[in-house]
Every structure is written in structure tokens, then in C-alpha cells.
T-cell receptor, first 109, second 115 residues
């Protein structure tokens, strides 16, 4: 069956450093979404990627979808304390949105 | 406010109690969902309602009973829960069933503790 791994599980970075989280699937994904959940909060939709090799940017955030549509990444440039939270990838399969295990980002001031 | 409102925000209940969680959205969305978020597990889909018809029951125990009287309201009725059911219960909605390029809109959740 389909397996999707999100890594790393935790990431601690100094403020100003970059951060990247990855989702890797054993099978081709039709599309992938990314969500952010602040501590004590709820998941908030960030973006959806659909096309092979697609790259989208939102200010300091860069989202990529692999050429084979089997992996995706979220990269944050020059992290700030407001970036703290857990970042989830999510994908559709059998008309259900399934979430990855998430990467919890903490920022060291 | 996200546009999806969940009440109560916090709930403590005994194993013999009966309680209900409520979710309301006025975004004009046609699909609503219940997710469970535990400390050591990823977000788990519980139920899916499309145009107020249940289309998915993700092997959820019968002690959880959903109800969707219309496309704006969703309930989760709870009875004879177990301590391991303690979790954050999140309601979400989307414009259309299935895939949504605008993503799912989540409520703030109900933090449930079963004692």
C-alpha cells in the first residue's frame, strides 16, 4: 500500500537559519498540500501543489513538488520566531485527505 | 476565527457520560469532516460528510456517533468513552467533497479528556 514518510520529526534551529521538511511517498501522488499548526492551535492550509516539478513561493516559504510527484518539500529561509509550529504535508487518496506525521519546528532565539 | 466554529473548546467527561461536540460553518462549504489528533499519532480522519450525507466512516468505534443535520452543522455524539479517546477533536470543511485546491478549513478543536 501507499506509504508516505515526513522527515524530520523534530527540528531545532537558530533564529535566522533555514529550515526544510520533506514528504516522500512510495507511490505517485495526484497532488500535495501543506499545513501549519501553531502550538495550541489548529492546522491552517498553506498551499497545494499539483504539477510535476512545481515550485511555489510565499514570502520566505518555498514549496516544491518532485518531478516524479513522489516527494515534496517545504523550505523556510531565515526563520523567525513566528515560524514556530508543526508543518504537515497532506495528500488525497480514495477521496480522503491524509496527513503526514508532521515536523515540529522550534526556534532558538 | 477561522469560519469554522467548534464548541466546547474543552471538555472533561467520565467514561459513563454522554456528551456532544458541535461544529458550525457558514463558509458555504459542502463537505465537513471530523479528525482526531492524539499526542503521538498523526491526524486521523474519522468521518466525512458530503452534502450532509455520510460517505466515510474510517473504522471508528460505535461509541463515536456523528450527525449532520444540514451542510452547515456537524455533531459528534460521545458515549461510554475510554481514557485513550482523550485527544483534540478537529472539525474541518471544504468547498467541495474530495479534492479541494483551497484546502480544508479547520476549527479550533475541542480538547477532550476522558477520566
Amino acid at each position: 500500500g501507499q506509504q508516505v514518510m515526513q522527515i524530520p520529526q523534530y527540528q531545532h534551529v537558530q533564529e535566522g537559519e533555514d529550515f526544510t521538511t520533506y514528504c516522500n511517498s512510495s507511490t505517485t501522488l495526484s497532488n500535495i498540500q501543506w499545513y501549519k499548526q501553531r502550538p495550541g492551535g489548529h492546522p491552517v492550509f498553506l498551499i497545494q501543489l499539483v504539477k510535476s516539478g512545481e515550485v511555489k513561493k510565499q514570502k520566505r516559504l518555498t514549496f516544491q513538488f518532485g518531478e516524479a510527484k513522489k516527494n515534496s518539500s517545504l523550505h523556510i529561509t531565515a526563520t523567525q520566531t513566528t515560524d514556530v509550529g508543526t508543518y504537515f504535508c497532506a495528500w488525497f487518496g480514495n477521496e480522503k485527505l491524509t496527513f503526514g506525521t508532521g515536523t515540529r519546528l522550534t526556534i532558538i532565539p | 476565527e477561522t469560519g469554522v466554529t467548534q464548541t466546547p473548546r474543552h471538555l472533561v467527561m467520565g467514561m459513563t457520560n454522554k456528551k456532544s461536540l458541535k461544529c458550525e460553518q457558514h463558509l458555504g462549504h459542502n463537505a465537513m469532516y471530523w479528525y482526531k489528533q492524539s499526542a503521538k499519532k498523526p491526524l486521523e480522519l474519522m468521518f466525512v460528510y458530503n452534502f450532509k450525507e455520510q460517505t466515510e466512516n474510517n473504522s471508528v468505534p460505535s461509541r463515536f456517533s456523528p450527525e449532520c443535520p444540514n451542510s452547515s452543522h456537524l455533531f459528534l455524539h460521545l458515549h461510554t468513552l475510554q481514557p485513550e479517546d482523550s485527544a483534540l477533536y478537529l472539525c474541518a470543511s471544504s468547498l467541495m467533497p474530495g479534492q479541494s485546491s483551497y484546502g480544508y478549513t479547520f476549527g479550533s478543536g475541542t480538547r477532550l479528556t476522558v477520566v
